[in-house]
């Protein structure tokens, strides 16, 4: 869900997954964006402090379906830049699976 990179099948694995949007309260924070940016979340979506997206325990409260089965970000286009990072297969993403009892994606080899 939080990265966009697409796999060998031309299908994110995202769309089936969602486990980093589901791990830690203190993931899907604010780093490097702007006012404007930020603007752009739906307040429902932000916690108190402004500091971040509000969760409901782990849970990011803008991911909407099951994880491990179908999963959507509800603020994809305007999600924060650590969702954006964040790919398939790399150290967050492994550590976000293995908590939800997922299988580990493998990385993409260097180009
Ligand atoms: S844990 Fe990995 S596969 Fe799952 S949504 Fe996040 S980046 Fe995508
Ligand atoms: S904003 Fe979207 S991509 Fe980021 S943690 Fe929440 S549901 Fe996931």
Known sequence: ??????D????SPCQS???????????????IEDDAQ???????????RQSGMRCE???CSAL?????????CV???VRPEVCRTCQPGDAECAMARRRHGLP?????PPD
Not at 17 to 31: H, I, L, Q
Not at 64 to 72: D, L, W
Not at 104 to 108: D, K, Q, T
């Open 17 to 31: 997954c969602g486990a980093c949007c589901s791990y830690s309260e203190n993931w899907p924070r604010f780093t």
């Open 1 to 6: 869900m939080a990265g966009d990179a697409i």
């Open 57 to 59: 325990g782990d849970r």
């Open 64 to 72: 909407s379906g099951k994880i491990g089965e179908a999963t959507r």
């Open 38 to 48: 930020l603007d752009l979340i739906p307040a429902q979506f932000v916690n108190a």
């Open 8 to 11: 060998t099948a031309g299908e």
């Open 104 to 108: 580990l994606i493998a990385s993409a």
């Open 75 to 77: 603020v994809y286009a």
